[in-house]
Nanobody, 130 residues
Framework: QLQFVESGGGLVQPGGSMRLSCAAS????????INWFRQAPGKEREGVSC????????YYADSVKGRFTISRDNAKNTVYLQMSSLEPEDTAVYYC???????????????????????WGQGTQVTVSS
């Protein structure tokens, strides 16, 4: 089954840091722009960050800009999301996905169109709490 496998979540105190990993299962991700999404309880899934495959350009939601950093290691078939200065509002299940209609380039204006995205994994829970 072709999907992403997210890992690295857990419980962290406010102000802490955490690194999430997104590994491709059954395919290589070097062709794809990779998007991170998150979904908090009772809320819609929202886009967080994206890294393109063409030139490594990165994009962030305003809510995480300056605190989160996305990177990719194609040799390890993995994309990372380094999160720092975490806030309780960052508590969510985090997912990664690829855009079927723009596989190599980030189209962050399309984050609201979840039907575009594919290879969803099971997600990894991040809980920010003291």
């Amino acid at each position: 089954q072709l999907q992403f496998v997210e890992s690295g979540g857990g419980l962290v105190q406010p102000g802490g840091s955490m690194r999430l990993s997104c590994a491709a299962s059954g395919f290589t991700l070097d062709y794809y722009a990779i998007n991170w999404f998150r979904q908090a309880p009772g809320k819609e899934r929202e886009g967080v960050s994206c890294i393109s495959s063409s030139d490594g350009s990165t994009y962030y939601a305003d809510s995480v800009k300056g605190r989160f950093t996305i990177s990719r290691d194609n040799a390890k078939n993995t994309v990372y999301l380094q999160m720092s200065s975490l806030e309780p509002e960052d508590t969510a299940v985090y997912y990664c996905a690829a855009d079927r209609l723009s596989p190599s380039h980030c189209k962050v204006t399309m984050w609201g169109r979840l039907d575009r995205y594919t290879y969803w994994g099971q997600g990894t829970q991040v809980t920010v709490s003291s």
